[in-house]
Every structure is written in C-alpha cells, then in structure tokens.
C-alpha cells in the first residue's frame, strides 16, 4: 500500500509543477509522448493514441493515466481473481522508475483510486467558492476581472507580456484570489498613491511574506516596520558614505579590467560566449567584495562552490516565484516532492555557502582584520548585531545578505545583459556611446593605441566622467524602461481605500504596478513606446530623469532603491570598459531572446554573443 501511494504522490508532483514539465530530483525531464504510445497501459487502454505531454494540461495529461491504470486493473482481474500485482506493469514513460513490487486487495486498489479521483474535485469545488465569495464581482466602483491568479499558469512563461496585453485593455484591472484580489495597474497616479502618498496603508502583505520567506526570510524586501527601518537606516548610512563610494568605484574598475581581459582571450579565440553568465559572475564578485568584504574572484577562477551558490539562487529564486500560480505549493512543501524538493535542495546550497561567510566575517572581526576605512555592508551589521544578540542573529544576517546580494547582483548583471542586446539591435546607439567614450577620454598616442591596457584605461574613469556620459545614462535608462531590472512590484492595503484612479480596493488587497507594461504604453511614452530610443531622455544632449511613478524601475516613495547611484555608477563603469575594448554582435541573429519569469528579469537560456576588438593588443 504504502509503495502505491508512493507512486501516486510522485505523478501528483511531476505533473502539477511546471507547465510541460516534470520534475525528478531536481532535474526537468519532458515526457516523452512516443514511448506513452509504446507502453503495456497505453496497448491496453481504450484510447492507445500517444499523448504530448507538452501541450496537455495536468488535468488532461492524469485522464489517461488514470484510464489506462483502470483498464489494465479490470483485464488483469479478469485474468487473476480478487489480486492485483502491480510488478506486472511495465510503463515506459521515463519519468516513472519507482513501481515495486505490490501485492495487495483489489478493493483497496479501488478505493485509492476514488480518493485520488475525488480529493481534487472536492478542493477545486472550494477553491472555486473562495475565489468568487465577497469580491465584488459585479460591482463597477471595483477594477474589472480579468480572470483569476491560478490562469496565470498557462501563460507564465510570457507572464510579463500577457500582462501588457491585459493593460493595454484595462489600465487596472484584477485577478480573483482564494482570499483576496490582486490589482494591477499602469496609472502613475496609482503607484505614487501606493508608493508615497498613502505609504502607512500599503504594506509588504502576510501572503506574500509567506511565499518569499523560505529564501528571502526577514530580508529588506519582505519585512515591514522596525525590522524595515532598521535594515535602511543601516544600509542609508553605508551607502551615503565617501569612503564607500571611493571604495566600490575601485572595486568596479578592478572587475571591469578583469571583464575586458576574459573577453579578450575569447575574442582571439573567436568563441561565441554567454555575456549574461559572465555579467552575473562580475557582479558577483563586486557585490561580495563592496558589500561583504570577500573576494569570491568568480571572474578568474569561478570554484565549484561558488559556481553552485550562483546556480542555487537563481534557481530558488524562479521557484519561489512559481508559487504565486502554484496553489498547491504548500501541500508539495509539506510532502517535500515536486518543484518544492528541487527549492529546499537548493536552499540547503545557499544557507551553507552564507553561513560559512558569516562565520568567516565574525573571526575576522573578532581578529580585527578588518580595514576600518573600508568598512562593508555586513561588518556594518555584525557590529550591530552585538547589541542584540538574540534578534540579530546569523539567520537574520543571512537573511540580509541574499536581500542585498538579489539588488546587487541581479539588477546590474541582468540590466547590462538587455543594455548589451539592445546595442547589438541598434549597432548605432552601440556606436555613439564610443564616440563619447572618445570624446571624454581621447587617446593621449594614437601610435599607441594597438596596445592600450585596460587598466590604464578604467584608472580615467573619473567620478567627473561619469557625470557627463549623459548618452551612456540615456542608454542605460532605456534599458531599463524596457527590461526593468524587477518587472513588477507592489504592497498589500491594510485598509479599504480609493485608487487616484477611482477604483476601490478592500483591505487585504493586492495592489501591484506593472513596471515592465508602463515601459510599453503609449500614453505614457508616445507612439514609439516599444522601440528603443536614448534620445526621449536627452534634451540638449543632457539626461533629463522622469517621474519615478512613470520610470519606477528602481522603485519609489520611501522604498526608493538606495543603490540606484551606486547601480549606475557600476553600469557605467562596465559599460565604458566593454564598448571602449570591443564591437558586440548577436551570436545567433534568428533565436529569439526571451525572459525567465522570476523576480529578477533575466535573459532565459543567457545571452550568447561574439566580440570584436575595437584595438588588436
């Protein structure tokens, strides 16, 4: 009995994760369709025709499992008497590779197989009366339904553009929620109402703390009042520091030398590369070094351990995401199966890799190896966490750390893979922002310049040069406003309120404003919203910021990014070195670039590219 139900309970966690996908010990396997059609179930089955699994739903894709399982039970009964023997069955799909030997009652057999029918039917027919039960439903002072959080399951993969399709129609607009609505909305009026005008009545809300808190924990991110201020008082008071500045300026120009010299050698070698891997490896080293004191030298030596951190929380953090379309996430949590396995696998990767940095901090300390003058973001908080012990102890600190590694990491390492892309699309822009290169950092010996040395040339990237790369910063900003480094965000009002907008919502209510989609309206940018234009943010030749309630690609309000100077600064400093060294091409001109969906947008598959030396050394 227990070996079925074993069985069952691995189907149920294969099927119901990703659309198209199974899952089995953390690895994704497609469910190959010709050998359904080959199996014993399949021949015995009513309905031998081969399946396809990758445009089935769940529910479609159990009916014939259930079916051929039922078929083969009453042939063999027939054959056999009141004894059943499952070892008989021989299935060649390859996600199944766990049947026994059972030998048990036919009744039994059946009753587990009318539980397994009914158990679903019972909490969809719940799940329906929650969803529809005191939301307002045909009450027009509320935004107008476009379906339910669970539908999002069928467009995940393009959840972002879904949703400017659903925005273009509806500015705001919500999905029904087991127990409240989530509203989406595009109106700048909307996200300053949120954001800054009514910032008391909008809160990180309990679902989504419940979702993140696995990974994220009572990181900057997920935590509202005390533990919120605290984390930004201490964070304000890094990162508003001169020496901090000087600091990280010097980090980055170190890694960006190091980027050119990774470049250079696959360059010579003419090798395609993944620019988005290499990008997420040099981010990585500079937000460990500025903000963690520890030099990780991904770039140079790229060890195996922290090779599987990086790939564990990019992992974690898809997964995590999952859960806002996965209503049966909790169940697969508690039964450890599915893509809720896979997640705790990888969180076991990450809290050891942390914890293993948080030990190694406090020695330092403790040892007083530390530079006083360059103190980073982590001593700042192991020294505060002397006076309380107790509530500021090494799972908060972990915590911490993953909030600020996610801003540090994924926003610059992701932004600079689309910046990249762009300028491959627009070889123009790519060589105007050269030619302002040149102009702010000429070449002192053109007989010289066969030879330059990058590290000659990121010295010359002065906190004055930066300032005036304003066609740089127009760029980067474009970038942004099309491939937001996060593609959406929001809070959860804690009283019923009135959008500026006029739309109502009730306390308990999602209220989330869809950064990716307000980079893409018309009404907001003009009729050349979609296409990729430095120029809109120039004027004179100088950058001229928008609204951060229309741009909020870096938050707003009190909540505002306190790393978006320190972003850009990063930004530009890679960027100098890169276009300064090379001219960048799409490796492959026909794949399409897409998205993964999670909370940071990154470039599925990576982004893989050719370059050429702008100066042969």
């Avoid at 937000?287 to 991904?298: A, E, R, Y």
């Avoid at 990491?409 to 790519?430: A, E, H, I, R, Y």
């Avoid at 010295?459 to 900003?477: F, G, R």
């Avoid at 100098?576 to 960048?584: I, K, Q, T």
Wanted: aromatic share 12%; with cysteine; proline share 4%.
């Amino acid at each position: 009995m227990d070996d079925l139900l074993e069985l069952v309970i691995s189907y149920f966690g294969n099927f119901l994760n990703y659309p198209g996908k199974s899952i089995i010990e953390g690895r994704f396997i497609a469910v190959n369709a010709e050998s359904w059609g080959e199996s014993s179930w399949a021949k015995k089955s009513s309905n031998p025709k081969p399946l396809s699994f990758e445009t089935t739903s769940c529910a479609s894709a159990l009916r014939p499992l259930l079916t051929s399982v039922w078929n083969y039970i009453l042939t063999d009964w027939r054959d056999r008497g009141d004894r059943v023997s499952i070892n008989k069955i021989r299935l060649q799909l390859p996600l199944v590779n766990i049947l026994r030997r059972i030998d048990m009652p036919m009744s039994a057999i059946l009753i587990l197989l009318a539980v397994i029918v009914l158990l679903p039917f019972i909490a969809f027919l719940i799940l329906v009366g929650k969803l529809f039960t005191g939301k307002s439903i045909k009450n027009p002072e509320y935004p107008p339904i476009n379906g339910t959080i669970f539908g999002q399951v069928f467009y995940f993969n393009t959840l972002y553009d879904q949703q400017t399709k659903d925005a273009k129609k509806f500015p705001t607009f919500r999905l029904l929620a087991p127990s409240q609505s989530d509203v989406y909305t595009i109106d700048p009026r909307n996200v300053e109402h949120v954001s800054k005008t009514c910032f008391g009545k909008y809160i990180k809300g309990d679902g989504d703390k419940e979702i993140i808190k696995d990974l994220f924990g009572e990181g900057i991110f997920a935590v509202n009042g005390d533990k919120w201020r605290q984390q930004r008082k201490l964070a304000s008071l890094e990162f508003s520091t001169r020496v901090l500045r000087d600091f990280s300026c010097s980090v980055f120009r170190q890694n960006a030398a190091k980027l050119v010299g990774v470049l250079v050698e696959m360059a010579a070698q003419g090798r395609d590369f993944d620019v988005q891997d290499i990008l997420m490896r040099a981010g990585l080293d500079s937000i460990f070094k500025v903000g963690f004191g520890v030099d990780l030298n991904c770039l140079e030596g790229w060890s195996k351990e922290a090779s599987n951190f990086m790939k564990a929380f990019d992992n974690a953090n898809a997964l995590i995401y999952w859960r806002y379309v996965d209503p049966l996430w909790k169940l697969k949590r508690y039964l450890n199966i599915g893509a809720e396995a896979c997640l705790r696998k990888n969180i076991e990767i990450i809290d050891s890799f942390v914890n293993r940095l948080i030990r190694t901090k406090r020695e330092q300390l403790a040892e007083q190896r530390h530079s006083n003058d360059k103190e980073d973001i982590l001593s700042r908080f192991l020294l505060e966490s002397k006076k309380d012990p107790v509530k500021m102890n090494d799972k908060y600190l972990r915590d911490i750390i993953l909030n600020f590694m996610l801003a540090g990491k994924d926003s610059t390492g992701n932004t600079l893979s689309w910046f990249l892309f762009m300028l491959c699309k627009n070889p123009l822009v790519q060589e105007n922002i050269f030619q302002e290169i040149r102009d702010l950092i000429p070449i002192e010996d053109p007989e010289r310049e066969s030879r330059a040395d990058p590290n000659d040339f990121v010295a010359k990237i002065t906190e004055s040069v930066l300032d005036q790369m304003h066609y740089l910063h127009a760029a980067l900003s474009e970038t942004l406003r099309l491939y937001p480094a996060v593609p959406l965000d929001g809070r959860c009002a804690e009283t019923d309120d009135v959008l500026p907008d006029g739309y109502k919502v009730k306390k308990g209510d999602g209220v989330y404003y869809l950064i990716y989609s307000m980079g893409r309206m018309k009404n907001l940018w003009g009729e050349d919203a979609e296409d990729f234009k430095p120029e809109r943010w120039l004027r004179d030749g100088i950058f001229q910021p928008e609204s951060p309630y229309k741009f909020a690609a870096f938050n707003a309000g009190p909540r505002i990014c306190l790393g978006k100077d320190f972003a850009y600064r990063q930004m530009k400093i890679v960027s100098m070195a890169l276009l300064r060294f090379f001219r960048f091409k799409l490796a492959d001109e026909a794949r399409t670039v897409t998205y993964r969906t999670m909370f940071t947008l990154h470039i599925d598959g990576g982004l893989y590219l050719r370059a050429t030396p702008r100066m042969r050394s």
